[in-house]
């Protein structure tokens, strides 16, 4: 009981921290002017989703959030090869 008591307070501060991170990278990914800003706002959320579903895994204790951590991870980086790749061709 004494570690979960331990775990409690860190993992609500970071996954609030990790929150606020996220609306702001969602207002830059709505205001962003360009669209290579608009990429990296959205390989930004995807960072942010993984680290959540860590920080959720190490106060939960349930390993299969790191298990989908790792998918979201590799789809998020496929994903930004693929924007980067389009806007390569894209731009002169």
């Not at 579903?53 to 979201?72: F, N, P």
């Amino acid at each position: 009981m004494l570690i979960m008591d331990a775990l409690t307070t860190p993992s609500v501060v970071a996954l609030t921290m990790l929150a606020a991170a996220a609306c702001l990278t969602f207002i830059r990914l709505l205001k962003g002017p360009t669209l290579p800003d608009r990429v990296v706002a959205i390989d930004l959320i995807g960072v942010l989703m993984v680290c959540t579903l860590v920080v959720a895994a190490a106060a939960t204790g349930q390993q299969a959030l790191l298990d989908v951590g790792m998918v979201v991870a590799l789809i998020s980086f496929v994903g930004t090869v693929a924007y980067s790749a389009y806007i390569e061709r894209i731009r002169p």
